[in-house]
């Protein structure tokens, strides 16, 4: 069956735009996690939602990370007023439930570059 | 707070010969653990995973891992290295719910 998938695959944005990443989980997963992975930093932990809800949104680096799961599919991860830093790759990920037995299933990322 | 961590950013080996990537965790508990491995520009893919069934797990192309809860590590590896097996490998740990932990990551070369 189909993967995760996530679009843009690509994205330049300019300083100070705001930018929406989006996430396709794995039918019937209800878990759904959004990663960052960066040279500096390696792969961090952004938030993650079981069903439409985030329990745990400890990673957002700032107040200008926002992420939305609607439907219990889809996922947005908006970032606003982007900086120079943001620049990595945005991965996400989906799980049959939120529970570390569940392995999580990995999209090939968008590669986010601000200018 | 677990942790995890990769000893070894690079590992290089010759084509045919042992691969050992190591791990070892930080936790007061013993997480969950996966191994993935990364491909250039690609999204990660789980190699294997230990989840208490049993100590010695096997995974996807030849590698396995064994949980030592005494050394806290649980080192990645396969008998013979093959050109395809070229890629940066990470291990992560989980407990309970939510979030995987990762290491830093080790990016393994093969040399022919």
């Known amino acids: 069956g189909a993967g995760v998938s996530q679009s843009p695959s690509n994205k330049v944005t300019e300083k100070g735009k705001d930018v929406e990443l989006r996430c396709d989980p794995i039918?019937?997963?209800?878990?759904l996690y959004w990663y960052r992975q960066s040279l500096g930093q390696g792969l961090e932990f952004l938030i993650y939602f079981q069903g439409n809800s985030a329990p745990d949104k400890s990673g957002l680096p700032s107040d200008r990370f926002s992420a939305e799961r609607t439907g219990g599919s889809v996922s947005t991860l908006t970032i606003q007023r982007t900086q120079q830093e943001d620049s990595a790759v945005y991965l996400c990920?989906?799980?049959?439930?939120?529970?570390?037995?569940?392995?999580?299933?990995f999209g090939p990322g968008t590669r986010l570059t601000v200018t | 707070a677990q942790s995890v961590t990769q000893l070894g950013s690079h590992v290089s080996v010759s084509e045919g010969a042992l691969v050992l990537l190591r791990c070892n965790y930080s936790s007061s508990v013993p997480p969950y653990l996966f191994w993935y491995v990364q491909y250039p520009n690609q999204g990660l893919q789980l190699l294997l995973k230990?989840?208490?069934?049993?100590?010695l797990v096997k995974g996807i192309n030849g590698f396995e891992a064994e949980f030592k809860k005494s050394e806290t590590s649980f080192h990645l590896t396969k008998p013979s290295a093959h050109m395809s097996d070229a890629a940066e490998y990470f291990c992560?740990?989980?407990?309970?719910?939510?979030?995987?932990?990762f290491g830093q990551g080790t990016r393994l070369t093969i040399n022919p």
């Open positions: 992560a740990g989980g407990q309970g719910a939510q979030k995987l932990v």
């Open positions: 230990y989840t208490s069934a049993a100590t």
């Open positions: 039918s019937g997963h209800t878990a």
């Open positions: 990920a989906s799980s049959l439930r939120a529970l570390s037995t569940y392995e999580q299933y």
